[in-house]
């Protein structure tokens, strides 16, 4: 069976501080993995995805994540928070199905 | 981003009534999801389909049923809302397995 953990349902960084949203994931067969983000009262958007090749991987607004197939990790890093980070993020395990993980919320304190 | 719109966008409706929340795209996908999201669960799926015609259940389908006559479409129907059915319902849509999902701007839906 496939599962997805995201550790910690609130993370809270200072502005100009590293974000580190952690995401492991269990699966059977070499997964797709994805990071999304949702704003307030809106839909998921895609952070980054990783299905094969180079395993870090860069998406939009700065974001990072690195795929850690020996942790079974895909944690997702921003050098820098900036306020408009905040938001929920979603991690996201693709086998046959899409699993999502309960999500993070991302507080930027200013 | 994928065009995927949902209607309606807010809605609240009675105990026991009916409801259908509609969801359309035009990126020809072939695979289309509902899920709900509700604080403390993140998002939950409650059917997909895999096809026009093509539909199977998702965690939490009790209570919901689906329908997708055109590729474009896929209707998601409360037969007889109740107040556990309050929450924010996303549409998402995919080309083929294991792509992206593209999600809808979600709709907003309270059972008083």
């Known amino acids: 069976a496939q599962s997805v953990t995201q550790l910690g349902s609130h993370v809270s960084v200072s502005e100009g501080a590293l974000v580190l949203l952690r995401c492991n994931y269990s699966s059977s067969v070499p997964p797709y993995l994805f990071w999304y983000v949702q704003y307030p009262n809106q839909g998921l958007q895609l952070l980054l995805k990783?299905?094969?090749?180079?395993?870090l991987v860069k998406g939009i607004n700065g974001f990072e994540a690195e795929f850690k197939k020996s942790e079974t990790s895909f944690h997702l890093t921003k050098p820098s928070a900036h306020m408009s980070d905040a938001a929920e993020y979603f991690c996201a395990v693709s086998v046959s199905q899409f699993y999502f993980g309960t999500g993070t919320s991302l507080t930027v304190i200013p | 981003d994928a065009g995927i719109t949902q209607s309606p966008r807010h809605k609240v409706t009675e105990t026991g009534t009916p409801v259908t929340l509609r969801c359309h795209q035009t990126?020809?996908?072939?695979?289309m999801y509902w899920y709900r999201q509700d604080p403390g669960h993140g998002l939950r799926l409650i059917h997909y389909?895999?096809?026009?015609?093509?539909?199977d259940k998702g965690e939490v389908s009790d209570g919901y049923s689906v329908s997708r006559s055109k590729t474009e479409d896929f209707l998601l129907t409360l037969e007889s809302a109740t107040s556990s059915q309050t929450s924010v319902y996303f549409c998402?849509?995919?080309?083929?397995?294991?792509?992206?999902?593209?999600f809808g701007e979600g709709s907003w839906l309270t059972v008083v």
């Open positions: 389909s895999y096809g026009v015609k093509d539909t």
């Open positions: 990126e020809n996908h072939r695979y």
């Open positions: 990783y299905t094969t090749g180079a395993t």
């Open positions: 998402a849509s995919q080309q083929d397995s294991g792509n992206t999902i593209y």
